[in-house]
């Protein structure tokens, strides 16, 4: 679609003839100027409502038993409702989604809407919640402390098939792990080990470096990454961590070991007979 916001009736006219020769005219909208405006912010600000929304959801399936892939299948299917955008995971990241819905909150308080400012302010709340919720959650698995614990990261770009870390979950639940003394390794098919450092304030002038508990370092062998390992977490859901041989990979980890899932990517089959520890968004600990 196209949407095309102005009062100056000919420029609009014009507009819309020179997208016509190639999308066609009912999928071209026309509309006033703020009408443009909050619709961009609007659509937005519903998607990412909607990834916390189901991150919501996929706390609350952790302690009741529920399965979140379950809840959103069936929820999905309600064709109000929709099957898109309903995958749980460590939180929305991009350039757009949380610097929309900040727009909106700050034209609501500008116009003195407090309380719906305080209603679009809770999805970005959530947000950084679930992305704390995660990092807390492998700190106290490992009794309050992972201190000089080797955690793989697997992903680093705030979704798949694209090298864009902007706002990226991963980049949190790093710096929090690294706060607490965790000896990091990361893993990206797409984002290189400069751009992991830009994101985790280390390439800039030394008065101004972020002072880490813990190191990090970069690798783009698994084998390497896996060795010795205390626990895998997966933050992106690379098409490449679909194929991991998980029975070959634990024989490298030290034990005990996990895996931390927050995409929801891994097949409980696969882990048959690794006597790995795993962890599951919106389902907890799996026994298998």
């Not at 309903?86 to 350039?95: E, H, K, V, Y």
Request: glycine content about 6%.
């Amino acid at each position: 679609r196209v949407l095309i916001g102005g009062e100056d009736e000919n420029a609009i006219n014009q507009l819309s003839f020179l997208y016509q020769k190639w999308i066609p005219k009912d999928k071209i909208f026309i509309t006033n100027l703020w009408s443009s405006e909050l619709s961009k912010l609007t659509a937005n600000a519903f998607l990412a409502q909607r990834i916390s929304s189901i991150n919501a959801i996929s706390s609350l399936c952790e302690p009741t038993g529920a399965d979140i892939t379950e809840v959103a299948k069936a929820i999905g299917a309600d064709t109000r409702i929709g099957d898109k955008f309903l995958n749980a995971g460590p939180g929305f990241g991009g350039s757009c989604f949380q610097k929309d819905v900040l727009n909106m909150i700050y034209l609501c308080r500008y116009y003195g809407l407090i309380e719906v400012a305080n209603y679009w302010e809770q999805v970005i709340l959530l947000n950084e919640w679930q992305k704390k919720r995660i990092s807390k959650l492998i700190i106290e698995t490992f009794f309050g402390t992972v201190s000089s614990k080797k955690l793989v990261l697997l992903g680093f770009s705030f979704k798949s098939n694209t090298n864009d870390t902007r706002e990226s979950p991963a980049i949190t639940i790093a710096r929090d792990l690294l706060e607490n003394g965790a000896d990091l390794c990361i893993h990206d098919p797409e984002v290189s080990e400069s751009q992991i450092a830009r994101e985790l304030n280390e390439d800039i002038p030394n008065k101004m470096k972020r002072s880490f508990e813990g190191n990090w370092s970069y690798t783009n062998n698994l084998k390497l990454a896996f060795k010795n390992a205390d626990a895998i977490i997966v933050l992106t859901e690379w098409e490449d961590y679909l194929t991991i041989d998980w029975k070959m990979m634990s024989n490298l980890m030290r034990r005990p070991s996990w895996i931390f899932d927050t995409r929801g990517i891994i097949k409980d089959k696969s882990l048959e007979g690794t006597n790995l520890n795993f962890w599951k968004i919106g389902r907890g600990f799996v026994a298998f």
